[in-house]
Nanobody
Framework: QVQLVESGGGLVQPGASLTLSCAAS????????MAWYRQAQGKQRELVAL??????????NYADSVKGRFTISRDNAGNTVYLQMNNLKPEDTAVYYC???????????????WGQGTQVTVSS
């Protein structure tokens, strides 16, 4: 099992910055994929940023709408993923969800886990 604890959401003005964090606790899984999704009211959930890790290092991918403004990173010590959000816009308003994926060390089965979500509201 994997437990996820998200933090960092809030209400900010346009142009402000905010950092989300998601701490994953597990003894059963090797986490290789960590991502942030968001879901605005009345819209489908969408991928915001993804970081994948293997022997060669970390790779990142971003939605076009956040490229150059958001940065996803992962701490080397463990399974915490961050989303640094700069120059926030009203259209970034959504519930942001952390998602992690990895193989169970015993069964090798791939599992995906979701955080509870944190609200980000960008408004003047």
């Amino acid at each position: 099992q994997v437990q996820l604890v998200e933090s960092g959401g809030g209400l900010v003005q346009p142009g402000a910055s905010l950092t989300l964090s998601c701490a994953a606790s597990t003894t059963s899984h090797s986490i290789t994929h960590m991502a942030w999704y968001r879901q605005a009211q009345g819209k489908q959930r969408e991928l915001v940023a993804l970081i994948t890790s293997d022997d060669s290092g970390d790779s990142t991918n971003y939605a076009d709408s956040v490229k150059g403004r958001f940065t996803i990173s992962r701490d080397n010590a463990g399974n915490t993923v961050y989303l640094q959000m700069n120059n926030l816009k009203p259209e970034d308003t959504a519930v942001y969800y952390c998602s992690v994926g990895g193989n169970n060390r015993g069964t090798r089965r791939w599992d995906t886990y979701w955080g509870q979500g944190t609200q980000v509201t960008v408004s003047s």
